[in-house]
T-cell receptor, first 110, second 113 residues
Framework: DTAVSQTPKYLVTQMGNDKSIKCEQN?????MYWYKQDSKKFLKIMFS???????INETVPNRFSPKSPDKAHLNLHINSLELGDSAVYFC?????????FGPGTRLTVL | GENVEQHPSTLSVQEGDSAVIKCTYS??????FPWYKQELGKGPQLIID?????GEKKDQRIAVTLNKTAKHFSLHITETQPEDSAVYFC????????????FGAGTTVTVRA
């Protein structure tokens, strides 16, 4: 049973397109996150939701919009994709302390 | 906000030797310090953590030490094995007062057979 799952695993798209990444966790956690990992492996937090409420919104372009339809799901929609958006995006969840990460979505913008 | 610095950025060790990774943090209110291991093509996974009321914690070949006064903490891996090769991240947070986990920049560890 996968604890935190993400779809798709790979995403290749053209500049200017709009794309979405989906995340689901079956751990019963209240808090979920989106992270961006760049080519130098740095993990940068983007957003966090607690019980469907946005609690962390880091300095991220407005083109990125998270949506949490319910406690188990956190999706990320990106408008007008740019070259600099190419990265691996990780979803994570927690009930406190330990964060459980998904396998990541590698986004490549051409 | 919290700033976590991690050194070294790369570490190459001979199989069987020890590896040490060091991190410093800036916010004295931070109280939770986890270490994550990220293998190639996978998400980070917690390997050990320590809370501010503890100075040292050990789990088989890995140990973490915390010096609250100096605001630094370290990961020690003994008897390294090829499967220890990965990227290791330290992090700090002020859970439950703050849901944010601030990560260090990562250390790429290579264990030479």
């Amino acid at each position: 049973d996968t604890a935190v799952s993400q779809t798709p695993k790979y995403l290749v798209t053209q500049m200017g397109n709009d794309k979405s990444i989906k995340c689901e966790q079956n751990l019963g956690h209240d808090t979920m996150y989106w992270y961006k990992q760049d080519s130098k492996k740095f993990l940068k937090i983007m957003f966090s939701y607690n019980n469907k409420e946005l609690i962390i919104n880091e300095t991220v372009p407005n083109r990125f919009s998270p949506k949490s339809p319910d406690k188990a799901h956190l999706n990320l929609h990106i408008n007008s994709l740019e070259l600099g958006d190419s990265a691996v995006y990780f979803c994570a969840s927690t009930t406190g302390y330990e964060q459980f990460f998904g396998p990541g979505t590698r986004l490549t913008v051409l | 906000g919290e700033n976590v610095e991690q050194h070294p950025s790369t570490l190459s060790v001979q199989e069987g030797d020890s590896a040490v990774i060091k991190c410093t943090y800036s916010d004295s209110a931070s109280n939770y310090f986890p270490w994550y291991k990220q293998e190639l093509g996978k998400g980070p996974q917690l390997i050990i953590d320590i809370r501010s009321n503890v100075g040292e914690k050990k789990d088989q070949r890995i140990a973490v030490t915390l010096n609250k006064t100096a605001k630094h903490f370290s990961l020690h891996i003994t008897e390294t094995q090829p499967e220890d090769s990965a990227v290791y991240f330290c992090a700090a947070s002020k859970w439950p007062n703050d849901y944010k986990l601030s990560f260090g920049a990562g250390t790429t560890v290579t264990v030479r057979a």
